[in-house]
């Protein structure tokens, strides 16, 4: 069956403390993984879209990586504004399947 | 800047009821699309829309229904609401292409009674 599952499933973390989210896929036929950002109370803000192993891309404090099995989100140096719940997705035709999420904690 | 909006953020509404959600986006986007939001689930859609009057059902479609009349607006009813659609329902665009990036709208909870 396809799924992406994401780990952990909540971070608490020290202002300046990096740390990596994981979204594992077991997905034949990948073609393409979003990530999400989402702020309590509100919809889901597009990050990132990689298509193929290898790739990254950097906004800001966030880094997304793709392999052949897994994602990689990585937050360097976190400030609280940095909390949220953060989802990943993959695309198969038209429609996107979520994993259940990350919610990070950014304490000052 | 797309910008995707729903038409309540909140709804209180009672058990048999019959239920509306509109969704509108404003940049000519191809596609639509409704999801729910529950916790430990994460999203789950419903339906989608590939063009004006068409619609495809997702993976929870039970209990739903759509409406798309017009490009920019895409409507989710709810014929009889029962409390297990009790959720954070979400609404996206996407320009047209299969991959393209989904833009959601800010939800609107739902609690019925």
């Known amino acids: 069956e396809d799924q992406v599952t994401q780990s952990p499933e909540a971070l608490r973390l020290q202002e300046g403390e990096s740390s990596s989210l994981n979204c594992s896929y077991t997905v034949s036929g990948l073609r393409g993984l979003f990530w999400y950002r989402q702020d309590p109370g509100k919809g889901p803000e597009f990050l990132f879209t990689l298509y193929s192993a290898g790739e990254e891309k950097e906004k800001e404090r966030l880094k997304a990586t793709l392999t052949k099995k897994e994602s990689f989100l990585h937050i360097t140096a976190p400030k609280p504004e940095d909390s949220a719940t953060y989802l990943c997705a993959w695309f198969r035709d038209y429609k996107l399947s979520f994993g259940a999420g990350t919610t990070v904690t950014v304490r000052a | 800047d797309v910008k995707v909006t729903q038409s309540s953020r909140y709804l209180v509404k009672r058990t048999g009821e019959k239920v509306f959600l509109e969704c509108v986006q404003d940049?000519?986007?191809?596609?639509m699309f409704w999801y729910r939001q529950d916790p430990g689930l994460g999203l789950r859609l419903i339906y989608f829309s590939y063009d004006v009057k068409m619609k495809e059902k997702g993976d929870i479609p039970e209990g739903y229904s759509v409406s798309r009349e017009k490009k920019e607006r895409f409507s989710l009813i709810l014929e009889s609401a029962s409390t297990n659609q009790t959720s954070m329902y979400l609404c996206?665009?996407?320009?047209?292409?299969?991959?393209?990036?989904?833009?959601f709208g800010p939800g609107t909870r739902l609690t019925v009674l």
């Open positions: 940049m000519d986007h191809e596609n």
């Open positions: 996206a665009s996407s320009p047209g292409q299969v991959g393209d990036t989904q833009y």
